[in-house]
């Protein structure tokens, strides 16, 4: 089986940054582990061609045109078209599904909402249940978010069959032995660290740090600084390091992971959900804004603690506790190794993926000899 894969940022940088050891096969999305195994051959298009298609296609409100134009003339080889964000880069593929023109079969995977939350909006509705009818397979990264989706939406959460199911995205397996079994103790942590770009609030964490006596370290990008004026003293705020090889250092000094999050009004999606790959990773304990989509809850699983939107004085109650608590952060620690090794990685995902690909092959081939007798 031949299956295609296509996403709203490079995947040939993101395979070959795992080739060099820059980052972790979980950014390929299945890819590697299923080469792997050797039963599905997946295939990358390169994502950018001709940057004026692309600018043309804003114009008209179709993003990442480019690639799915060159999709349609890649029709022979390969048996599923699959999609990780397909949101973004599948507006012009499912419009054609829809008029009947594209008859490849689809797998996707969700992460949000198909628009805000309270599906008040018949016609929001109907497009939603439209967008769903042209997918063959779709993972859903959340249960929670599964349920909520069908809800607004108003379908049963089970009727769409096998066609639906839910799988927890996991950080590269082989990542295990390398940073979780070399986990630096207690006493050698030097600090905390909070990493990220997408809907983070770091000014509230700057301002539960304001007159602790621990470090904090922020990794962002130039569009995601803190807006934070008079940033303390015990803060440092780094915009230049991007790639995830050069944070390695800095997640294995660290005493907790980070992850404050602004979630966004009527909104549902699993924000935080990259940053706990990194909890996982490093074996840390970790602080997140409760985000009920989330599939993990980290005070369920003993890996950390939630915190409410904006509290700053339950930020730094965490923040002491951990800082000061070396048990607690050992058993924390732990847990996170073991939820890494025993549910969450890459392993799971793409066996769970790869099930999905082959059920949505068997179901296209068997309608394929109806359809031909």
Not at 296 to 314: L, S
Not at 319 to 340: P, R
Request: proline share 4%; charged share 20%.
């Amino acid at each position: 089986m031949n299956v295609l894969l296509v996403n709203n940022y490079s995947m040939e940088r993101a395979y070959d940054l795992w080739k060099k050891g820059i980052s972790g096969s979980h950014h390929v999305w299945g890819k590697v582990e299923l080469d792997q195994e050797g039963t599905v051959n997946v295939i990358v298009l390169p994502h950018e061609k001709h940057k004026w298609i692309n600018k043309l296609g804003k114009f008209f409100g179709i993003t990442h045109l480019d690639q799915q134009i060159r999709i349609l003339f890649h029709l022979n080889s390969f048996d599923v078209l699959y999609a990780p964000y397909f949101l973004a880069n599948l507006r012009l593929i499912l419009f054609l599904k829809f008029l009947g023109i594209f008859n490849k079969p689809i797998v996707i995977c969700v992460h949000q909402s198909f628009g805000k939350s309270k599906y008040n909006n018949s016609v929001t509705k109907s497009i939603s249940k439209l967008i769903l009818d042209q997918i063959e397979g779709a993972v859903f990264l959340s249960e929670p978010l599964y349920r909520k989706i069908m809800t607004n939406i108003g379908l049963e959460k089970d009727s769409y069959g096998d066609k639906f199911t839910t799988a927890q995205w996991g950080p590269d397996i082989s990542y295990y032995e390398r940073f979780c079994l070399t986990r630096i103790p207690f006493n050698s942590c030097e600090f905390f660290i909070s990493a990220g770009h997408t809907d983070r609030d770091f000014e509230t964490i700057i301002e539960a740090f304001r007159g602790l006596p621990y470090r904090l370290k922020i990794f962002c990008t130039p569009t995601s600084l803190p807006k934070t004026k008079d940033i303390p003293a015990n803060v440092e705020v780094n915009w230049e390091v991007t790639y995830s090889k050069d944070l390695i250092p800095f997640y294995q000094k660290a005493i907790a992971i980070l992850i404050p999050l602004k979630l966004p009004p009527n909104t549902d999606g699993c924000q935080g959900m990259t940053s706990i790959q990194d909890v996982l990773t490093f074996g840390k304990p970790t602080v997140i804004t409760t985000n009920p989509c989330l599939n993990i809850n980290v005070e369920e699983e003993g890996i950390g603690f939630n915190v409410a939107m904006n509290d700053v004085n339950r930020w730094k109650e965490k923040i002491i506790l951990l800082a000061t608590n070396e048990e607690i952060w050992e058993k924390m620690s732990q847990n996170s190794s073991d939820l890494f090794l025993n549910k969450v990685n890459s392993k799971i995902f793409a066996d769970h993926l790869g099930e999905v690909f082959e059920i949505v092959f068997a179901r296209e081939k068997s309608m394929s000899k109806v359809y031909n007798l």
